[in-house]
C-alpha cells in the first residue's frame, strides 16, 4: 500500500491561519484590522500559529486528528499564495520556534499536520524574481522563469504581462522547472519541512506543473524524508492521473462537494448525482479513494452554509453523508458552527470565538458525527456499496467483513418511505438495526428495511450498539 495508513482513519481541520485565532498581538502588522473585520483581499487580522496552538483544547474537543493550514510562509499578502521566502515563517504568523511548538503539541496529541505546497509560481518579492526586475536580461536568475521579453512588464496595466503568471496575475509569476536549480530549490524547500515536522504536503495548483518527472521526483524526496507523508493534489475534476504511485496519494474530492450541492438546491436531480458519484468510484484504484480530502467547503468555495441558503437541516445532511463516506474527512474552520460567506474573500471571515454567535445545534451534530466515525472502524475501512438510487432517495453501505452499515438519504423537502435491499448486506428476516445517531430500532422484513424519512434528513442505519 502506497498511500499513507493514517489518511484513512483522519479527520482533517483546514485553517486560514490569518482568520483562526490571534494568539500574539505583538506580531500584527501596524494597520491589523479589528477581529471580525469584512475579510477583503489586503486586510490582516492577526491570525498566527500562537493562536492555533491556544485552542488546542477545542479542535481536540471537536474530534479532528489533523490539520491543513493555508500558505504561512513568508508573503505579502494575507492569502499567502505569493511567497516571497520559502524558508522563512511569515513573522506576522511566528517565528520557526512558534512552529516547532505547534508541530510538538499536535503530536504530542495524534494529530497531523499538512502545508499547503505553492510550487508552481511565487510572488514578485521572490529573491530570484526579484532580482530579475533590478537586472533584467542580466539576472542570473531570468531561467528561472518564463520572460518573453524585457524589460519584465511586473507592474504594468492590461491582460497580457511578457512573463508567464498564473491566469496572468502579474504579481504571481509562474516557475520554470525545467531550469535544474528551480527544481532542485523547490524540492528542497519540499525535503525541509518535512525534516521540520510538517506531515505533507497539500499542493496548490498541480496540473499546472504538467511534467510527470518533477511530481514523480517530488514524492521520492518527500517519501524518503517521511514514508507516511500525505501528499494531498487540489485537483477539481474526476482525473485519475493525478491519484498514484507517481503523483498524489488523494486527492480534494470537489467532485463528490459538486454532486451534492446542486441536489440539495435542487438543480440537478437524483440520477445526475448518481452519475457523478458511480464516475468517482469508476475512476480512481480503492487506495486513492480511501485517501482523498473529503469536503463541503474550503478557502476558494462559498461557504456551505451560505450554499444551502443558511438551512442549517441542509447542513446537517450534508455532514452525515460526508462523514460516512470514505476518504479523509475535512471540516473547513468555521462550517462547523454555522459560519457563513460568499465566494472569496468573503469565505475566509475570522472564526467568531463568542459562542453566542455559533450555530449549537450544528456544532453538536458535527461533534457527534466524528465521535461515532472515530469510534466505528467500518465508516474508516469499510468497502462502499451503492444500495439505492431512485425515487429521490439515495442509499449506500459500508461493508467491513461481517459487519454492514448503511447510510440512507432523502435530498427533497417532502418525506418519503425509502425500501432499503438487505441482501447484500446480509441484514436477514427478523434482524434489527438501529438508528444510531436517535436510537430507533428497525426491524427486516421480507429482505427489506422500510423506514420514514423526513425531509431533508438522513439515517445511520447499524447494528444496536
Excluded at 80 to 97: A, C, M, Q, V, W
Excluded at 106 to 123: E, P
Excluded at 312 to 341: R, T
Amino acid at each position: 500500500m502506497s498511500t499513507p495508513y493514517w489518511v484513512q482513519d483522519a479527520i482533517f481541520y483546514q485553517i486560514f491561519p490569518d482568520r483562526f485565532a490571534n494568539g500574539d498581538p505583538h506580531n500584527d502588522p501596524p494597520n491589523v484590522q479589528p477581529w471580525g473585520s469584512p475579510p477583503t483581499i489586503w486586510g490582516f487580522q492577526g491570525g498566527d500559529l500562537r493562536g492555533i496552538l491556544q485552542h488546542l483544547d477545542y479542535l481536540l474537543g471537536l474530534g479532528i486528528t489533523a490539520i491543513y493550514l493555508n500558505p504561512i510562509f513568508a508573503a505579502s499578502s494575507n492569502h499567502r499564495y505569493n511567497t516571497s521566502d520559502y524558508f522563512r515563517i511569515d513573522p506576522k504568523l511566528g517565528s520557526i520556534e512558534d512552529f516547532r511548538d505547534l508541530v510538538d503539541a499536535l503530536h504530542q496529541n495524534s494529530i497531523r499536520l499538512i502545508l499547503d505546497g505553492v510550487f508552481n509560481h511565487c510572488g514578485r518579492g521572490f529573491f530570484a524574481f526579484a532580482d530579475i526586475l533590478e537586472n533584467e536580461d542580466n539576472s542570473p536568475y531570468k531561467d528561472w522563469f518564463h520572460i518573453h521579453e524585457f524589460p519584465v512588464d511586473a507592474y504594468g496595466d492590461g491582460d497580457s504581462p511578457n512573463y508567464l503568471c498564473w491566469w496572468n496575475n502579474r504579481s504571481l509569476p509562474k516557475f520554470n522547472t525545467d531550469t535544474p536549480e528551480v527544481r532542485k530549490y523547490l524540492l528542497d524547500v519540499a525535503r525541509y519541512w518535512i525534516e521540520q515536522g510538517a506531515d505533507g504536503w497539500r499542493l496548490d495548483v498541480p496540473n499546472e506543473i504538467n511534467d510527470d518527472s518533477f511530481w514523480e521526483e517530488f514524492r521520492h524526496v518527500v517519501k524518503l524524508a517521511n514514508r507516511d507523508a500525505y501528499i494531498l493534489g487540489e485537483i477539481w475534476d474526476v482525473n485519475p492521473r493525478w491519484a498514484n504511485d507517481t503523483h498524489c496519494d488523494g486527492l480534494m474530492n470537489y467532485p463528490i462537494r459538486d454532486a451534492l450541492i446542486p441536489l440539495l438546491q435542487g438543480r440537478e436531480n437524483l440520477s445526475q448525482f448518481n452519475d457523478r458519484v458511480e464516475r468517482f468510484f469508476k475512476a480512481y484504484k480503492r487506495e486513492n479513494i480511501f485517501a482523498m480530502y473529503c469536503t463541503l467547503s474550503t478557502h476558494d468555495t462559498e461557504r456551505i452554509k451560505t450554499l444551502m441558503g443558511n438551512d442549517s437541516i441542509k447542513v446537517k445532511l450534508l455532514f452525515q453523508f460526508q462523514m460516512a463516506f470514505p476518504g479523509a474527512q475535512a471540516v473547513y474552520y468555521g462550517d462547523e458552527i454555522g459560519l457563513e460567506g460568499e465566494r472569496d474573500p468573503d469565505c475566509r471571515r475570522a472564526f467568531p470565538w463568542r459562542e453566542t454567535n455559533w450555530d449549537r445545534d450544528l456544532s453538536q451534530w458535527v461533534r457527534r458525527l466524528i465521535a461515532l466515525r472515530k469510534r466505528m472502524p467500518i465508516l474508516r475501512h469499510g468497502d462502499y456499496l451503492r444500495l439505492l438510487a431512485e425515487n429521490d432517495l439515495y442509499a449506500y453501505a459500508r461493508v467491513l467483513g461481517e459487519e454492514s452499515f448503511v447510510m440512507a438519504m432523502n435530498p427533497t423537502g417532502k418525506a418519503r418511505q425509502v425500501s432499503i435491499p438487505c441482501t447484500r448486506l446480509k441484514w436477514q428476516e427478523g434482524q434489527t438495526v438501529q438508528n444510531l445517531l436517535e436510537g430507533q430500532i428497525y426491524t427486516v422484513s421480507g429482505s427489506k428495511l422500510k423506514i420514514e424519512l423526513p425531509p431533508w434528513s438522513g439515517l445511520w442505519l447499524g447494528r444496536p450498539v
